[in-house]
């Protein structure tokens, strides 16, 4: 088993909808939890990090926690074709705040106009 | 505020050459971050830098990478020598505290 699963897709949604993107880990120790999007050719770019169990928005994103399942997403409202890009999840363990990240393989997204 | 700079962006060697990379980090970011990430699969760590100490240098194969951090700023990762296997895109990373910021790699190509 991965320590951090992700669903390589595609997901294809139309422009408008809501695209979610999901995010399993295996170590419950687990204390950080980000999300990046990399475009092709691109190199990872920070968009949400969360903490906490629950919902932390930011304009069209939201991410989610729930601790007690291993499971993070990623829901982008108002799916735009700029959104399509591969959406990497990681999670960083225990409670340094600079120790290494544990990517997910990625989920590509595909929103079609 | 510049981000992390990283050269060069791309080199094409042949197999049992050796092979440089350069980061500059974050200005002000103490930690320092060498990936490798291979086509479809999300970044791996190589080697972290806290100052110009290695902390986790774990996943580094030791017998071909080296890397140093010799004034706690910038650093350098070599291979040598080569081999088909270490082509992929090899990226640093910096970060002050919680959030890891990516420049925007070096594509290797090992032939």
């Known amino acids: 088993q991965k320590e951090v699963e992700q669903n390589s897709g595609p997901l294809s949604v139309p422009e408008g909808a809501i695209a979610s993107l999901n995010c399993t880990y295996s170590d419950r120790g687990s204390q950080s939890f980000f999300w990046y999007r990399q475009y092709s050719g691109k190199s990872p770019e920070l968009i949400m990090s969360i903490y906490s169990n629950g919902d932390k928005e930011d304009g069209r994103f939201t991410a989610q926690l729930n601790k007690a399942s291993q499971y993070v997403s990623l829901l982008i409202r108002d799916s735009q074709p700029s959104d399509s890009a591969t959406y990497l999840c990681a999670v960083r363990r225990g409670s340094s705040n600079t120790g290494k990240l544990i990517f997910g393989q990625g989920t590509t997204l595909q929103v079609k106009p | 505020e510049a981000g992390v700079v990283q050269s060069p962006r791309y080199k094409i060697i042949e197999k049992k050459q050796p092979v440089a990379f350069w980061c500059n980090p974050i200005s002000g970011h103490n930690t320092l971050y060498w990936y490798r990430q291979n086509l479809g699969q999300g970044p791996e760590l190589l080697i972290r830098?806290?100052?110009?100490?290695?902390?986790?240098d774990s996943q580094l194969p030791k017998d071909r990478f080296s890397a140093e951090r010799l004034k706690g700023v910038d650093s350098t990762l070599k291979i040598q020598p080569a081999e088909l296997g270490d082509s992929a895109v090899y990226l640093c990373?910096?970060?002050?505290?919680?959030?890891?910021?990516f420049g925007p790699g070096t594509r290797l190509t090992v032939l």
């Open positions: 990373a910096s970060s002050s505290g919680n959030e890891q910021f």
């Open positions: 830098y806290e100052n110009e100490e290695a902390v986790d």
